[in-house]
């Protein structure tokens, strides 16, 4: 098969004819740049594995595409190492200086990131930045970078993440003018919510803040949060209509400016004496009296254990319930808070689950403050109890979010201790279940 029939064949893969385009790539003869294209085409199918195969086979011939997108599908699957050495590897052969090359500083940056290595991150990708100052992913990644650090001056570049994909859509609100400090004495803005569900419980915590300088605050969110928003935040104009079929249009009200509520971080989160000092939502108080009533004389520890997806590395934060479970104490009743079908993990527990209480988010909220403390992987329970201002203990892999920083507190949640990853997973669970005892026996 010619050069030019596998040029063919990356039109019919760039028009995302992904089936196709494998069936015509496997059939022809191998080569370096065949199983490049074809390692490529199995990133963008989040096939990682296949992935890596077939890019390792390409570097016979080194191409800085098959460099950049083995490092991707390393740290897609967890190797952050094994893709670090790839791109030490990419660096020896062509330098640092490459503008041609920030895609791969960029992936191999995100591979120091999710390697705890953030200071490393940074150096690669001032140097990336140098050679490409637009460069929006080496941006995204060392602003990510630097406010994993506590370097407040990284919500620069965190503004670039509608830019690189990294924070989802931004909504469809062109005729309004976008927030960018302005003084809001009697102004009007429209902020909405972005990215999961924790995400936007995380940034609401600067609602308050922003309402004391608007004249009016309107916060569209999503339509799971919107109860408990609106009993949290009587002042402020809650809608909620995003991540909704019948989303709201604000063509016919009048309104000074809009901002993503992620974007409005930097405005009200410039150093670490800006963050909450408490909770700052509230759940039905009758109904956290009701849970407490189901368990008479006895604590309540909330339980999750699953978290994320494959995208949000939901492999390296989740855990069995067998190796999760803590042990049984006297006069304490396990709570499940997991989300999802786990009947058949539950089922050989001593633990309560109420499917219909989790997916109803403002009952969610109160069973959680009913707990006495909560213990959760990385997820969005995390967000909601150190919200609702629950003691909280988050199981911390050694490859966490950015929000997730070194240190045992969590500087957005102050009820919220951190228990980091130093060994190995189950290691974490373990020290929990002995500090659980200590606590509660």
Request: with cysteine; aromatic share 10%.
């Amino acid at each position: 098969m010619t050069t030019k029939s596998l040029d063919q064949i990356y039109q019919i893969h760039l028009k995302g004819e992904l089936d196709r385009a494998e069936g015509l790539y496997l059939a022809a003869p191998r080569s370096s740049q065949r199983d490049m294209l074809l390692g490529t085409m199995y990133v963008q199918a989040e096939q990682y594995g296949r992935a890596e195969k077939y890019l390792r086979a390409s570097l016979d011939v080194p191409k800085k595409m098959a460099y950049s997108n083995l490092i991707m599908a390393l740290r897609k699957i967890g190797n952050f190492e094994e893709g670090i050495n790839v791109g030490g590897e990419a660096i020896d052969i062509w330098g640092l200086e490459d503008p041609e090359l920030c895609a791969l500083y960029s992936n191999l940056a995100s591979s120091y990131i999710e390697n705890g290595e953030l200071e490393k991150a940074i150096e690669i990708l001032d140097k990336s930045i140098k050679a490409k100052p637009d460069h929006v992913d080496s941006l995204w990644n060392r602003g990510i970078a630097k406010l994993g650090l506590g370097d407040w001056s990284g919500w620069e570049g965190f503004d670039q993440g509608f830019n690189a994909k990294e924070r989802g859509m931004a909504s469809v609100v062109h005729e309004i003018e976008d927030y960018n400090g302005e003084d809001l004495t009697d102004k009007t803005i429209l902020v909405w919510g972005e990215q999961g569900l924790g995400d936007e419980i995380l940034f609401a915590g600067a609602l308050n803040d922003l309402k004391k300088d608007a004249g009016h605050v309107i916060f569209e969110c999503h339509p799971r949060l919107e109860s408990l928003y609106k009993r949290s935040f009587p002042d402020i104009e809650v809608v909620g209509s995003r991540k909704s079929q019948n989303r709201a249009r604000w063509d016919d009200r009048d309104i000074d400016y809009h901002s993503a509520i992620g974007t409005l971080q930097q405005f009200y989160r410039k150093k670490d004496a800006d963050f909450p000092t408490k909770g700052y939502l509230k759940a039905d108080s009758e109904r956290v009296q009701y849970w407490k009533d189901q368990f008479p004389g006895q604590k309540l520890v909330g339980l999750s254990w699953r978290g994320g997806v494959q995208k949000t590395g939901g492999f390296k934060r989740s855990m069995p319930l067998t190796d999760f479970m803590p042990p049984s104490i006297d006069r304490v009743q396990y709570i499940s808070l997991q989300y999802g079908n786990v009947f058949e993990e539950t089922i050989d527990h001593d633990l309560f689950h109420d499917e219909a209480a989790i997916e109803d988010l403002d009952d969610l909220a109160a069973l959680i403050s009913a707990c006495d403390i909560v213990v959760s992987v990385i997820q969005t329970n995390v967000h909601l109890a150190g919200a609702l201002d629950v003691p909280t203990w988050c199981l911390t892999p050694k490859s966490a979010p950015w929000k997730f920083q070194r240190g045992e507190k969590m500087i957005w949640h102050p009820s919220v201790r951190q228990f980091h990853q130093t060994d190995s997973w189950k290691e974490v669970a373990q020290r929990v279940h002995a500090e659980l005892t200590r606590t509660l026996s």
